[in-house]
């Protein structure tokens, strides 16, 4: 039967709640401390940097049950139906839980703020790792992962990192595996019964259709209606700057908007893709773009923010548009007159403007499979982990002998858009890839662009670093100068990562 919902269900640890959402901006933070009492998830920043807020959120992910880590700060409760829901008060039943254990045991806590945090966030590794039917401990590089988002200000990472190497690494315990037993049932009858939530509260509605099609259909009935994937750029329009939303339609229960594939014309990705899941596909293109994807906020902000809203937000500084556009993908759009596509750097028209029509949503993204040989980006950000990008530089260079045969080339943070750098490609184009063109092709550079300062960085600095993007690109390629990640990574003299 496919009637809607009014209330929504989910799973807080064992329990079954079925509750009314009579405000659609109700973040799950909100709920777990004052409607369900659960103290222990604490607030930090109300923004998704500091981690304080991490839970695990159940889902089915082709049929199994799946733990992921989230903010529960910019996480709406109407997002989390038919999910479940583990806190740091689920985690401890019947005893602590081991990773607490070895948290008191490493001496990883002083003040405790952040520790449930940490302790989430750990026990999503441990999860995880189980899955994958790990018995040695995880890797510095996956602890470093799945902590990148939570923040400590007292302790000092160096025994939250040893606790977690001591207890990632434990099997999960009989009382876990006995509660995600009953969570894959449960979530699985629920799958079955295919009811889409249609909430319509006392301060507004939540929608979450299951088909594209129903979405087109609800965009027609609430024009005013605001679309949500992952909000981790919607939520902070609710915790930061208490935006009034009073209709918000969710394209996560949407599984035709999730798909990946990909085939002789390229890469497909659903617009509702989390930057997680498609991590892998986007990553085996370059290990470049995988490198920029693992400084992709922290575990908690990929496992729900989603390729289409990174583009969909239209930002300046979002880190997959300029990639995305060196690399010549399209967009595949639906609305009231029909599906269109466009190149993706047609749906940037000015700042805070893109090419996207009322009751209009974006499906997917495609890439098509190209020589990939001559692709490098590189993201500088003041600080390696969870930070936005100052600038962002993409270059797909095709060369011929010792020909640029086609240039490519993108950057984030240079404009009020992401934007070409058409002088600069010109320049390179047709030309010997020698010192000579790299000079002229530098000077173009310059042309393309007139950022601007900000507290990220200065126009000086922006121009400098595209200046010295272009440069080790031409090092990377030519004279196979491959440059320590230390200066690809954040601000040169700046923060390093340890
Ligand atoms: C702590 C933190 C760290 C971050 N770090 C980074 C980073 O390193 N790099 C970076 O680029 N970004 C970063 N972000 C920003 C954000 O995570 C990304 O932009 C993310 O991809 C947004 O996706 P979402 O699904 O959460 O979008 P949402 O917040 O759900 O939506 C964003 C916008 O897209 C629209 N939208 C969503 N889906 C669709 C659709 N299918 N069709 C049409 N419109 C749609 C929404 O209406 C909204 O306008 C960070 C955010 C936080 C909170
Ligand atoms: S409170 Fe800081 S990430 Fe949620
Ligand atoms: S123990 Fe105080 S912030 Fe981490």
């Given at each position: 039967m496919n009637t809607s919902r009014h209330q929504i269900r989910f799973l807080l640890g064992r329990n079954i709640i079925e509750t009314e959402l009579n405000?659609?901006?109700?973040?799950?933070?909100?709920?777990?401390?004052?409607?369900?009492?659960?103290?222990?998830?604490?607030?930090?920043?109300?923004?998704?940097?500091?981690?304080?807020?991490?839970?695990?959120?159940?889902?089915?992910?082709?049929?199994?049950?799946?733990?992921?880590?989230?903010?529960?700060?910019?996480?709406?409760?109407?997002m989390v139906d038919e999910k479940q829901i583990i806190t740091v008060e689920h985690a401890a039943l019947p005893e602590p839980h081991p990773v607490q254990r070895a948290m008191v045991a490493t001496d990883g806590s002083q003040c405790g703020?952040?520790?449930?945090?940490?302790?989430?966030?750990?026990?999503?590794?441990q999860a995880a790792h189980a899955d994958h039917g790990h018995e040695s401990p995880p890797t510095r590089e996956a602890i470093d992962q799945a902590l990148a988002?939570?923040?400590?200000?007292?302790?000092?990472?160096?025994?939250?990192?040893?606790?977690?190497?001591?207890?990632?690494?434990?099997?999960?315990?009989?009382?876990?595996?006995?509660?995600?037993?009953?969570?894959?049932?449960?979530?699985?009858?629920?799958?079955?019964?295919?009811?889409?939530?249609?909430?319509?509260?006392?301060?507004?509605?939540?929608?979450?259709?299951?088909?594209?099609a129903?979405?087109?259909?609800?965009?027609?009935?609430?024009?005013d209606a605001t679309l949500v994937a992952g909000a981790t750029d919607v939520g902070l329009w609710i915790t930061k700057h208490g935006r009034p939303l009073s209709t918000l339609v969710h394209v996560g229960a949407i599984d035709e908007l999730k798909t990946i594939e990909s085939n002789d014309a390229g890469l497909h990705i659903g617009a509702a893709a989390s930057l997680a899941d498609a991590a892998n596909a986007l990553g085996a293109l370059s290990p470049n773009i995988e490198r920029v994807l693992l400084r992709f906020g922290g575990a908690q902000v990929r496992n729900r923010g989603t390729l289409g809203g990174n583009i969909a937000n239209g930002s300046p500084i979002g880190d997959m548009a300029p990639i995305l556009i060196a690399l010549d993908a399209r967009l595949h759009l639906s609305g009231p007159d029909g599906p269109r596509t466009i190149p993706l750097e047609a749906f940037f028209i000015a700042y805070g403007k893109q090419d996207l029509n009322p009751g209009e949503f974006l499906e997917s993204i495609s890439i098509p499979i190209s020589d990939l040989n001559g692709f490098r980006c590189w993201k500088i950000s003041k600080r390696f982990d969870q930070d936005i990008s100052a600038v962002l530089g993409a270059f797909q260079l095709l060369i011929d002998g010792e020909q640029v045969h086609s240039a490519r080339i993108c950057f984030g943070g240079m404009a009020g858009t992401p934007q070409r750098a058409v002088a600069c490609e010109l320049a390179l184009t047709g030309q010997p890839f020698n010192r000579a063109t790299l000079a002229l092709a530098q000077t173009a550079l310059m042309s393309d662009f007139s950022p601007l300062s900000d507290l990220r960085a200065?126009?000086?600095?922006?121009?400098?670093?595209?200046?010295?993007?272009?440069?080790?690109?031409w090092l990377d390629r030519i004279a196979g100068e491959t440059q320590p990640d230390l200066y690809s990574s954040s601000m040169p003299g700046l923060l390093q990562h340890d």
């Open positions: 405000d659609p901006t109700t973040t799950l933070l909100e709920f777990l401390r004052e409607q369900a009492e659960l103290k222990g998830t604490k607030e930090g920043c109300a923004e998704g940097d500091c981690g304080a807020c991490t839970v695990l959120i159940g889902e089915l992910k082709d049929g199994r049950l799946q733990h992921t880590s989230a903010n529960a700060c910019i996480l709406l409760l109407g703020f952040c520790t449930p945090g940490f302790v989430m966030s750990m026990i999503g590794l988002g939570n923040l400590c200000r007292c302790t000092g990472y160096g025994p939250i990192i040893d606790a977690a190497r001591h207890a990632c690494a434990l099997p999960l315990s009989p009382d876990w595996q006995a509660m995600s037993c009953e969570a894959q049932t449960t979530l699985s009858a629920w799958g079955k019964e295919v009811r889409p939530l249609a909430s319509h509260g006392k301060c507004g509605h939540f929608e979450a259709p299951r088909t594209s129903a979405l087109l259909k609800v965009l027609q009935q609430h024009p200065s126009r000086h600095y922006r121009l400098r670093v595209a200046n010295n993007l272009l440069e080790r690109y």
